[in-house]
């Protein structure tokens, strides 16, 4: 079964950067991506970020430009660098992993434990 334990997050001015990592261990046959999902307060968790298992990126358009998902395989760490923040990115940010667990297996999700990002002055 697959654990994911992130690290990062913080209080940081607007204008500032901060970069969440996410670890991964466990038994995975196969990953088919990695997702970074945030929850303001009072709202539904959005889908932030996205990287499949080709390398290939997708983000939310409120952080087009400004937020970068990226994987180091040798670590088995998923990463979000932020930059430029804003007040409206404060929320708790979760990476998720989708999975299979053997070849014939259906697809799982793993979640983090969230990690709180504030962008205040």
């Known amino acids: 079964q697959a654990q994911l334990v992130q690290s990062g997050g913080g209080l940081v001015q607007p204008g500032g950067s901060l970069r969440l990592s996410c670890v991964v261990s466990?038994?995975?046959?196969?990953?088919?991506?990695m997702e970074w999902y945030r929850q303001a307060p009072g709202k539904q968790r959005d889908l932030v970020a996205t990287?499949?298992?080709?390398?290939?990126?997708n983000y939310a358009d409120s952080v087009k430009g400004r937020f970068t998902i990226s994987r180091d395989n040798a670590q088995n760490t998923l990463y979000l660098q932020v930059n430029s923040l804003k007040p409206e990115d404060t929320g708790v940010y979760y990476c998720?992993?989708?999975?299979?667990?053997?070849?014939?297996?259906?697809?799982?999700?793993?979640w983090g434990q969230g990690t709180q990002v504030t962008v205040s002055s």
């Open positions: 998720t992993l989708r999975h299979r667990r053997a070849p014939s297996s259906t697809l799982y999700t793993a």
């Open positions: 990287v499949t298992s080709d390398g290939i990126t």
């Open positions: 466990g038994s995975i046959f196969s990953i088919y991506s």
